[in-house]
């Protein structure tokens, strides 16, 4: 809350500061706080190091935080026709864990559309495929586009007689189904 | 002992402008970098934002001009404070207006 008071008054001194300077002329070899002269060599040197530390920290900062944000891939397995919103409750004791399976998590969608597991919930970037299957194929979902068949996924942890439950939900179903079941603000 | 006290003070008032615009140019562009980023989550954002953005940019680079050039900077730190007072201002007064009972005439009862 204090950084857009911060923000201003400092936007406030830069220009007056500057407002003064452009258009005061100063005495002749005097060096005052309004009037200074261009720094020494030392000083530009300093100055020049620390802003190459500061970026150099910035990239590895950003660097870490890239490589951080990833997590591995989720495959949806949804029951062959299945639409409406679909629920996974994750660190469920008691529930089996999420197979795993050429590097993607496997999330086979029960009939009823609840998953329950005891994995842990995972964060950061990936693609996530979805599918519908059925005994005879398994056929995949476009999750983009205008026949997307994905929509409103979320994650969010919610409250009941079990204590906090972390969850994500999306909804399967053409956008119009989609847009019928989310009422418009 | 007292030269080199004398150095250091000639130092940091050849250097003020160089904190003064770097400090504006971080704390601004970082306050509307935090308001632009509300666009992921649907927050609407508005074109003086970018244009605020560019002026906390502008200023950055007038502070390491200031190192060399402390009158040339000055006039390159007035533009940019410029660019960023067309977001800060409609802002200020935006926020200030309703408090000073100046609020639309609509939601005033006939």
């Known amino acids: 809350m204090i950084l ?12 007056l500061y500057s407002t003064i300077v452009s258009f005061r002329r100063a005495d002749a ?89 005891s994995s842990a919930e995972q ?38 007689a079990s204590g906090k439950r972390k969850y994500e939900e999306l909804f399967v179903g053409t956008e119009q189904q989609f847009k019928s079941q989310v009422p418009v603000s | 002992m007292s030269s080199g006290s004398g150095s250091i003070d000639v130092i940091m008032v050849d250097m003020f402008p160089f904190f003064l615009y770097f400090a504006a140019s971080v704390i601004t562009g970082f306050h509307v970098y935090t308001l632009l980023a509300l666009a992921v989550y649907g927050a609407p954002s508005n074109p003086l934002e970018l244009v605020s953005l560019l002026g906390s940019l ?29 977001f800060y201002g409609p802002a200020i007064a935006k926020s200030v207006r309703p408090k000073l009972g100046g609020q639309s005439s609509v939601l005033q009862p006939k």
């Open chain 1, 29 to 117: 070899g005097k060096r005052t706080w309004v009037f200074p002269e261009a720094t020494n060599r030392s000083a530009r040197i300093v100055v020049g190091g620390l802003t190459l530390a500061l970026l150099t920290g910035l990239a590895v900062w950003l660097g870490v935080g890239a490589r951080n944000s990833t997590r591995p891939a989720s495959r949806f397995l949804i029951p062959d026709g299945y639409t409406g919103w679909v629920r996974i409750e994750f660190e469920v004791q008691g529930a089996p864990p999420l197979p795993m399976e050429g590097g993607e998590y496997i999330l086979k969608i029960p009939p009823d559309g609840l998953l329950r597991t």
């Open chain 1, 123 to 160: 964060y950061g970037w990936a693609k996530d495929h979805y599918y519908y299957y059925s005994a005879q194929a398994v056929h995949p979902l476009p999750d983009s586009g205008s026949a997307a068949l994905i929509w409103g996924k979320i994650n969010g942890e919610g409250s009941g």
């Open chain 1, 4 to 15: 857009p008071y911060t923000a201003i008054v400092l936007l406030v001194v830069a220009t």
């Open chain 2, 58 to 86: 502008c200023l950055l680079i007038a502070a390491y001009v200031s190192l060399f050039k402390p009158n040339a900077a000055a006039k390159l730190a007035l533009i940019a404070c410029l660019a960023i007072w067309c």
